[in-house]
């Protein structure tokens, strides 16, 4: 390695680092892919098109979860969920799902919502 590309890495890691962190060293999926593996899993069905949530499913647009909880919450749900193994699906494509979900909106606060805001007690 010469000393150009030393450079170029030690350069690299700097820009790394505080991102690491902080903690939002985005995970390197594809948001694309995650969302045509979101449908073909059939994550849709229960979570809604858009991750918004269902009868079934809970919301998961946007969600709070870091992407590891994720993985293990669906290799080992704790409620109405089945499993998914890694055979069905992998780390990398849920990482992609995780990609796809954190580019969806979060939730609206009622008051955002101009008919619900009109229900609210002033
Ligand atoms: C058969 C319906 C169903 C399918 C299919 C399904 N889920 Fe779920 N999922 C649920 C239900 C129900 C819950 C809430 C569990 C509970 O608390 O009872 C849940 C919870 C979750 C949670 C945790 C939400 C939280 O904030 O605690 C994540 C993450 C999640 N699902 C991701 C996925 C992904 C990714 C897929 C596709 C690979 C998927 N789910 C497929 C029904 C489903």
Do not use: W
């Amino acid at each position: 390695m010469n000393k150009f590309s030393l450079c170029i890495l030690t350069a690299a890691a700097a820009l790394a680092l505080p991102a690491l962190a902080a903690g939002q060293a985005a995970p390197t999926g594809n948001v694309a892919n995650g969302k045509r593996l979101f449908e073909k899993q059939n994550c849709y069905y229960c979570h809604g098109t858009g991750g918004q949530g269902g009868r079934d499913g809970a919301r998961i647009a946007a969600t709070a979860l870091n992407v590891q909880a994720v993985i293990r919450y669906v290799r080992q749900p704790t409620g109405g969920m089945p499993a998914f193994t890694d055979k069905i699906i992998s780390d990398q494509e849920l990482t992609d799902i995780y990609a796809y979900l954190k580019s969806l909106p979060a939730a609206k606060a009622p008051k955002d919502i101009p008919l619900l805001d009109q229900l609210r007690e002033k």
